[in-house]
């Protein structure tokens, strides 16, 4: 049995300590505890860093005091057909921007917005692309595997308190994966692999982003 060809496209943003974060985070501490090249028996190493730092998935219960964590998720949050959503030019991405695509139901949603061009800075910068309380509303009724994100955040600074659009679909049960490099990503159907640690009762956590898509002949 042959398998046709899959081009395997990574949309993790690389971790270290020039890593754009969330402001409050700090930025990953990679150390270098014992090096081969030194004379040490073995080569190891030791991170040091937050659940909510570059690409990551945040469970419900990072919004909502009962949501579920990511140990709890069911598998299928993590894995299955993805649709990259081409939203350019926007500043706020509304319930008829959503409305106007076909969507099809039990599907990860990833939005492709002006944000992926600001990822790669060092600084946190709050004029950015948000997804509108609408917006997250009318995506619960597609009953998506997960929403994604290619920034820190859905909501505007404005609303970092409350986080409407985060709690919205976090009532709904969909987790949401942020800060997926997008930028170079035809808007399209793909498969998807973005599969976290199973850190217990955690309610956050890296993940590596893969999209999947066969290989023209």
């Known amino acids: 049995m042959s398998c046709s060809p899959r081009k395997l496209l990574d949309i993790t943003l690389p ?37 909510h730092v570059g ?4 469970a419900p219960g990072h919004f909502l005091s009962q949501g579920m964590m990511v140990d709890e998720l069911p598998l299928s949050c993590f894995y299955g057909q993805a649709l990259v959503i081409g939203q350019e030019g926007k500043r ?16 990860h949603i990833f939005f492709k917005t002006d944000n992926g061009t600001l990822l790669n800075g060092q ?4 004029e950015r ?7 997250a509303q009318y995506l619960t009724t597609l009953k998506p595997l997960s929403i994604g994100w290619d920034y820190y955040s859905l ?22 994966f942020v800060c997926l490099q997008l930028r170079a990503i035809a808007e399209d159907l793909y498969e998807f692999s973005g599969f976290p640690i199973p850190l217990e009762n955690v309610e956050g956590a890296p993940v590596r982003a893969i999209l ?6």
Do not use: Y
């Open 15 to 51: 971790l270290s300590d020039r890593t754009l974060v969330f402001p409050g985070d700090l930025p990953p501490e990679i150390q270098r505890v014992s090096d081969l090249k030194q004379g040490n028996s073995l080569t190891v190493s030791r991170v040091s860093m937050g659940c």
């Open 55 to 58: 690409t990551h998935v945040d």
């Open 92 to 107: 706020i991405i509304d319930k008829a921007d959503v409305e106007k695509k076909a969507i099809p139901p039990r599907h």
């Open 123 to 126: 600084v946190f910068l709050k």
């Open 129 to 135: 692309c948000v997804l509108s309380s609408q917006a």
């Open 155 to 176: 909501d505007s600074s404005e609303n970092l308190d409350a986080f409407p659009a985060h709690t919205i679909l976090a009532q709904a049960n969909i987790p949401v």
């Open 212 to 217: 999947i898509r066969p290989e023209k002949e």
